[in-house]
């Protein structure tokens, strides 16, 4: 389990790599916000945000 400054350091992360791709004129789609909110909080694995991304692209819903 995560303690409260590591999850303020993910969702800090999470945030600045959501920020990076709009400096590239990139907007992250709901579906990837949430997964990576799972992500900062424990939930999920960076690992599995990619698979879901790369399963979407495949699957065409992207």
Known sequence: ???????????????????SQRLEGLEVDAQTRAELDQVALGELEPADVIASIRRRLVAGNE
Request: charged share 40%.
């Open 1 to 19: 389990m995560l303690d409260a400054r590591e999850i303020e350091d993910r969702r800090r992360a999470v945030a600045n790599a959501i920020a």
